[in-house]
């Protein structure tokens, strides 16, 4: 079945100490999404990438990196983690169609001790 | 700039019956669309239905069917036959046309308790 993976499912690190979160497809969309879920409350784009564009949200802290380097995967970076980073992080893909639908990935749940 | 309006902290509904979870919206563009997602908790968001501004029919997926009033700005997801399983947290999302691919604006969510 074609899918979005998200690997690890639960990642624990250090404050301080730089972590990479992985994502990937199976679906063959041109664009990728990543989301930020904190608990309770609903998810907030952080930026995305139309085939190799990247597109930050404006209010996206500089802390937070993203890395496509094919269609089918997508990193993101958290350079220096502070206890505020601990949350759920979604990755969700979609068409280039304004109108097509995202889905999304089971996503992975950082811990920042 | 677009918002998503979900009233309904919680709700809880007798197993097999009906519930019906609220949302409006508001945009000043005159095409859009709406999506609705369920979160258990295990996290992962699962796409459930969408209705497009031009849509002229309701959208149906199997026991999810979307109430759309344009003219209230409402887009209200229906949920017939309740099951254990729909226990979830469910948002009710706005697309924004990028021009490519689309930004979700979400509601805060209604968390579902579906009782035996």
């Known amino acids: 079945d074609a899918m979005v993976i998200q690997n690890p499912r639960y990642q624990v690190t250090q404050f301080g100490k730089p972590v990479t979160l992985s994502c990937s497809q199976t679906?063959?969309?041109?664009?990728m999404y990543w989301y930020q879920q904190k608990s309770s409350q609903a998810p907030k784009l952080l930026f995305h990438?139309?085939?190799?564009?990247?597109?930050n949200e404006a209010d996206t802290p500089d802390n937070f990196q993203s890395r496509r380097p094919n269609t089918s995967f997508c990193f993101l970076d958290i350079r220096s983690p502070g206890l505020g980073d601990a949350a759920m992080y979604l990755c969700a893909t979609s068409n280039r169609q304004a109108t097509d639908t995202q889905y999304f990935g089971p996503g992975t749940r950082l811990t920042v001790l | 700039a677009q918002k998503i309006t979900q009233t309904q902290p919680g709700m809880f509904v007798q197993e097999k019956e009906a519930v019906t979870l609220d949302c409006t919206y508001d945009?000043?563009?005159?095409?859009?669309?709406l999506f609705w997602y369920k979160q258990p908790s295990s996290g992962e968001m699962i796409f459930l239905i969408y209705q497009g501004s031009y849509d002229q029919q309701n959208a149906t997926e199997g026991r999810y069917s979307l109430n759309f009033q344009k003219a209230r700005k409402s887009a209200n997801l229906v949920i017939s036959a309740s099951q254990l399983g729909d226990s979830a947290m469910y948002f009710c999302a706005m697309r924004r046309d990028m021009g490519y691919g689309n930004k979700l604006v979400f509601g805060a969510g209604t968390i579902l308790r579906v009782k035996s």
């Open positions: 990438y139309y085939d190799k564009d990247f597109n």
């Open positions: 679906l063959n969309h041109n664009v």
């Open positions: 945009t000043s563009d005159p095409s859009y669309g």
